[in-house]
């Protein structure tokens, strides 16, 4: 059974940090590439970060790069994705996503996780 469980979600002031863990199991980890997404009140789900297998090539979204570095550690079935300089545009429930296509798409049988709510206050 797959399980993608997300953690390190809370309320930070603008300007502040916050580090998303994503714990997975049920799959063979390495073999995937992983990636945050992200949904706001009244928006659609936003693909926020993106990391390979091999070679650990990343991807972020415009509105994130530089702020935000996605991360994994194999041996612990584990990404991360480390957010600084958060700003209120960045509040949004946080979703972790192991995707069975391609990995910068939302694919018909994509593993998610329950998400986790990331809130910045001005």
């Known amino acids: 059974q797959v399980q993608l469980v997300e953690s390190g979600g809370g309320l930070v002031q603008s300007g502040g940090s916050l580090k998303l863990s994503c714990a997975a199991s049920g799959f063979i980890f390495r073999n995937s590439a992983m990636r945050w997404y992200r949904q706001a009140p009244g928006k659609e789900r936003e693909l926020v970060a993106a990391i390979s297998s091999i070679p650990e090539n990343t991807y972020y979204a415009n509105s994130v790069k530089g702020r935000f570095t996605i991360f994994r550690d194999n041996s612990l079935n584990t990404v991360y994705l480390q957010m600084t300089s958060l700003e209120p545009e960045d509040t949004a429930v946080y979703y972790c996503?192991?995707?069975?296509?391609?990995?910068?798409?939302?694919?018909?049988?994509?593993?998610w996780g329950q998400g986790t709510q990331v809130t910045v206050s001005a």
């Open positions: 996503s192991a995707p069975r296509g391609s990995w910068i798409t939302i694919n018909k049988n994509d593993y």
